[in-house]
């Protein structure tokens, strides 16, 4: 099982930055992705950003060039710095982790964390 906690989430002008954190633990395999989702009222939950184990990185198109996401390995947690924010971004923001080993596919998401930008 794997345990996410996300925080950083809060109320910020259009034009500011937050950065979220999310902190894995328990059986976090070798191989993963860990990523961020957002989720708006009556909207599907929509990709965000990923990141690879490996490091490798992949964004949804309208955050490109204003999110950047990060993970430090050895603490098992992932970072998104989020600048220029609009109120569009306005969301509940959830760290994602897939675990993939030996064709085995387990994922797990947390809480979730609001995030509000004013305009």
């Known amino acids: 099982q794997v345990q996410l906690v996300e925080s950083g989430g809060g109320l910020v002008q259009a034009g500011g930055s937050l950065r979220l954190s999310c902190a894995a633990s328990?059986?976090?395999?070798?191989?993963?992705?860990m990523g961020w989702y957002r989720q708006t009222p009556g909207k599907q939950r929509e990709f965000i950003a990923r990141?690879?184990?490996?490091?490798?990185?992949g964004y949804e198109d309208s955050v490109k060039g204003r999110f950047t996401i990060s993970r430090d390995n050895a603490k098992n947690t992932i970072y998104l710095q989020m600048n220029s924010l609009r109120p569009e971004d306005t969301a509940v923001y959830y760290c994602?982790?897939?675990?993939?080993?030996?064709?085995?596919?387990?994922?797990?998401w947390g809480q979730g964390t609001q995030v509000t930008v004013s305009s």
């Open positions: 994602n982790l897939v675990n993939i080993r030996g064709g085995v596919v387990n994922e797990y």
């Open positions: 328990g059986n976090i395999f070798s191989i993963n992705v």
């Open positions: 990141i690879i184990s490996g490091g490798t990185t």
